[in-house]
């Protein structure tokens, strides 16, 4: 039987139920037994394997705490089923979107639109900026396939060992490198941390990205000026040479800048303000015709046929917006780079973000979540403090959960009604947890992104630390816009 004392309320954005019997500690138990199981889940078991499934299971263990606390306070198993039945279908946008990009990337990626964008942004290398433009072409690749772990495990490679012929510190380049890496995997609507954060704070996806570019395009350009002053100081031992990786890509595919106009033409349907999943779908249309067009041989290969017909069309397109693509090039260090998981290749995160609803959907029914954020704008009573309180919880479980996903899950579940009740708009959540949980997973030499980074790149964590200028200032700077009320979003769209 429910307690009288368990009430529901509606704030503009989300249901949220109040229950009076529940004090902070009982609250925050299913948190500190998600981090507990967490932590040693990911350090002493399955390490950079634990987003392939464990991870998900272990926030269901979370939400079987929260229900067990749920039971001894007299909150019912349908309040908390119907709770996260609600929460679930919050995400279905957020879903949908997902697989979209999963299909548009497999697109891009036979049509020649990555490889396009990574074949200019290879060519911007010279000796005196190699440091700056390593950063550059990282943000391009970065930008264009959505994920750091590509593009440090491709170019990234090729970049250190360029950097090491020149006589260049290896922390420095891996550095360049990583900060390049991240500011497109924050910033690329492909990425799946990009459409993480938005979906846990209940925002949208381009908002999320326009507003996110108030405090990332601040910190790239300050981290591009500190990276050209020490290249201008440093001697280089000659010019580097990535005609292989040129002529790779040159044979695998048919490079045109017209490519480009597919996504100028996202591009202009997101400034219209056109709805993110249309914009998204008719990009990936474009994207398949392109490719039928620029690259016949190679939708003829994914479709296991040796003449372009209607069927061999529909056949290689619709492989890659589904299933994994690959496109073999001569070059072994390009060949990672060049494939896409399709739609299938989104569902680790979906499945992801389902487990965290159903965490956060427990927490809720049981009045956890109203609890925690009761007492957190208790300690955080200015818009800053909320703003520090997000900052260290996302660099906590960064240091103890070891995982980006993680630090961008949990926070985003716990201050969301926090932000709400501050009257901030869910972008102001959003951006946080990116400039927060996202680029200093990398710092963290435990952290799955650390150990994965470094281990890729040769490059020891202590040694890049302080040359991954963008990913240490990002939570700086996001501090710093709170501190000054600098473009700090309201509920109802005005900024202060």
Known sequence: MESQDIKPREPQYEHIVENKELNIWEALMPVFALVAMLFYNVFFVYGDDALSGSNQFILLLGAAVAAVVGFFNKVSYKQMLDEVAENVKSTTGALLILLMVGALAGTWLISGIIPTMIYYGLQILSPSIFLAACVIICAIISIATGSSWTTSATVGIALIGIGETLGISLG???????????????????????????????????DHIKYMALTTIPTIVVTLIVFTIIGFNIDTNGTPDISDKLTAIQSAFNISPWLF??????IFMIVKKTSPLIALLIGTLLGGLAAIIAQPDIVMKIAGTESLTFHSAYKGVMDAMTVDTAVETSSAELNDLFTAGGMSGMLGTIWLIICAMVFGGVMDAIGALSRISAALLSLASSTFGLFASTVASCLALNVTASDQYLAIVVPGKMFKKAYEDKGLAPENLSRTLEDSGTVTSVLVPWNTCGAYQSGVLGVPVVDYFFFAIFNWLSPFMTLLFAAFNIKIKQLRGQLD
């Not at 910033?187 to 209940?202: F, H, K, Q, V, Y």
Request: proline residues 7%; charged residues 10%.
């Open 172 to 206: 420095m380049t891996a550095g360049a490198v990583l900060s390049g890496a991240y500011f497109g995997d924050k910033m690329s609507p492909l990425s799946d941390t990009t459409n993480l954060a938005p979906a846990m704070a209940g925002g949208e996806l381009f």
């Open 261 to 266: 106009l597919v996504p100028l033409a996202v």
